[in-house]
């Protein structure tokens, strides 16, 4: 089979293994005797953040997971450790760095990467915004969207949960389920009648149960399905079944949302439908042909860090947590699927360790035990973190590390990127110092490029080789020769004294994506008075590229299967 399907992921009950497995351990409602109890008190508190958006009080956390302050406190720290989340002030804020637990999953499940592109072509010829959904027990959990940026325009996010009843890829996954399944679904729709497990979506209309079976059977005869704003009013969306190759079962689900000003419900059926079913023809073709993926490196020596870590923080770092974390980080592209002793290899812990993880893992439904005696992820470790930062800026990612490279150097920082027409920046995010003479440029402010340190770092990356014709790019007063823009690409720095205003020094990096591309630039300014140039290279300079490094490092996190808009 040619990508992992959400069947694969535990999305859909399995046959069971035989005793004595994890999931043998694991056999009753509460958790299990060989359960990591400060891994399910961390995924606990990982659970809370994302509901909340990502960030909460200490004494709120301990309020949402009736755990002791004290025990909140220990959990926040280790998981600030593991870059997870950071301590703002008073609050505990997730960062990108807990996104590659969502990555892991994304990764194993190779839908996203082999079906986006289909998705976001059909997007931008439809002016519509377009998802992939995979089934999530009784719901539907998204894995990719491209969205349309408009006023009004649709604000699922990659990893939000749904449930099943309230939308049109609910209904062709519903076609699938057997007794059991529809057993679970009456069960939680009787005991949930406000869709309070579903922060994703406003309280449920009043549509029944028999509602519900009468589409899923609409649906299994039509081999599409509708959605008229069952979500919420004005919310209108055409389904159709992305299907494995060779199961015929349905994989995923794409989807196109419009609103009723756009497109009323029916409308859809005629207008967007057969674009809709075409690529889906092309997705099922990218499944049948798709080689098998070469496996991504496993995580390295994280058993080792966790030890030190411990010795260096003591009671304050609760290691069980931590490695019980990182077992989740053993899946990804090409490890869809691994026995025992493959996911104790790839961590560096031992069978025991790894074994009571997993088995704490599928208690909380993470992990899911395979008839082969393999593990698998599910979709519901996209819970850890994912929804809220999947919508993720680049000032926003940037704004917390200038924060702190201002506290450091006492000066203020910021963040750009070139403009359309390249010859001006747009300042995008800053950090200003406390001193009486500072720099302040608002946020918004456009310069000319070729004046700054950070427009000349852009400029660097863009223009033409040193070997192509020589060429100037001018601004008022300043003129900046092909052979400067060379030098500042071969030392990686642009180094401005007092070109844009007399006393002003500046010194600029990039700011890179996955591609090497330079998306972003970030600075630090300073008076002449303060610093020499010397000074700027040799004291700003290195704590400048760690800032630029830290940044990168979020981005090319958050942007794996998400975009990060830089502006």
């Not at 990508?3 to 399995?14: F, I, L, M, V, W």
């Not at 450790?81 to 990555?103: A, K, S």
């Not at 079913?277 to 798709?290: I, K, P, Y």
């Not at 400048?544 to 990168?552: E, K, N, V, W, Y």
Request: proline share 8%; glycine share 8%.
């Amino acid at each position: 089979m040619p990508a992992q399907t959400a069947q694969d992921s535990g999305s859909r009950a399995e046959a069971r293994p035989p005793a004595g497995t994890v999931e043998a351990a694991a056999g009753t409602d509460g958790p299990p005797a060989e359960a990591v109890g400060p891994l399910l008190r961390g995924v606990a508190v990982l659970r809370r953040l994302t509901e909340a958006g990502g960030t909460m009080s200490p004494s709120a956390l301990e309020r949402a997971t009736g755990l002791a302050r004290s025990t909140v406190d220990r959990i926040t720290a280790t998981l600030a450790r593991m870059g997870h989340v950071r301590i703002d002030g008073r609050d505990v804020v997730l960062t990108p760095r807990v996104m590659e637990l969502g990555n892991a999953y994304l990764a194993a499940l190779r839908l996203p990467a082999l079906l986006g592109a289909h998705a976001d072509a059909v997007a931008d010829e439809l002016d519509e915004s377009v998802s992939l959904a995979v089934a999530d027990l009784d719901g539907i959990r998204f894995i990719h969207q491209a969205t349309r940026r408009r006023a009004m325009s649709v604000s699922f996010r990659i990893g939000d949960l749904l449930p099943a009843e309230r939308t049109a890829p609910g209904a062709l996954f519903a076609t699938e389920w057997d007794p059991a399944d529809w057993r679970r679904w009456h069960a939680r729709h009787a005991g949930d009648p406000a869709d309070a497990s579903f922060p994703a979506v406003p309280p449920r209309s009043p549509a029944t149960a028999g509602d519900f079976a009468a589409r899923v059977e609409r649906a299994r005869r039509d081999g599409w399905a509708l959605d008229d704003q069952l979500v919420e009013p004005g919310l209108v969306a055409v389904s159709v079944p992305v299907r494995e190759p060779d199961t015929g079962r349905v994989a995923c689900v794409a989807s196109v949302v419009s609103h009723t000003s756009r497109h009323t419900a029916a409308g859809l059926r005629t207008a967007l439908l057969p674009r809709l079913r075409t690529a889906v023809a092309a997705m099922e073709a990218e499944l049948r042909t798709a080689p098998p993926p070469e496996p991504g490196p496993p995580p390295s020596e994280l058993a080792a860090w966790t030890g030190a870590s411990k010795l260096e923080l003591g009671r304050d770092f609760v290691e069980s947590l931590a490695r019980g974390l990182t077992v989740l980080t053993a899946f990804g592209a090409g490890r869809p699927a691994l026995p025992l002793a493959e996911v104790a290899r790839a961590t560096g812990l031992s069978r025991a360790t790894a074994r009571r993880a997993l088995i704490t893992h599928e208690h909380l439904g993470l992990v899911t035990a395979r008839p082969d005696h393999t593990f698998a992820l599910t979709p519901r470790v996209l819970d850890l973190g994912f929804p809220p930062l999947s919508r993720s800026t680049l000032p926003r990612l940037a704004e917390p590390h200038l924060r702190a490279l201002a506290g450091r150097l006492h000066e203020p920082t910021a963040l750009a990127v070139l403009t359309g027409g390249g010859t001006e920046i747009q300042y995008t995010a800053g950090a200003a110092a406390s001193r009486v003479l500072t720099v302040h440029i608002a946020v918004g402010t456009r310069l000319p490029a070729a004046a700054t340190s950070l427009g000349r770092v852009l400029l660097a990356d863009t223009s033409r080789p040193a070997s192509a014709e020589p060429h100037d790019i001018r601004a008022p007063g300043q003129a900046v020769a092909g052979e400067e823009l060379e030098a500042v690409r071969a030392r990686g720095y642009a180094l401005v004294d007092e070109e844009l205003e007399s006393g002003l020094r500046s010194i600029a990096v990039p700011v890179r994506d996955r591609t090497g591309r330079a998306v972003a630039a970030v600075n630090v300014s300073t008076h002449a008075a303060r610093r020499t140039l010397e000074d700027c290279v040799r004291d700003l300079l290195p704590e400048l590229r760690a800032t630029a490094d830290r940044i990168q490092s979020d981005l090319r996190t958050a942007d794996r299967f998400t975009r990060v808009p830089v502006l």
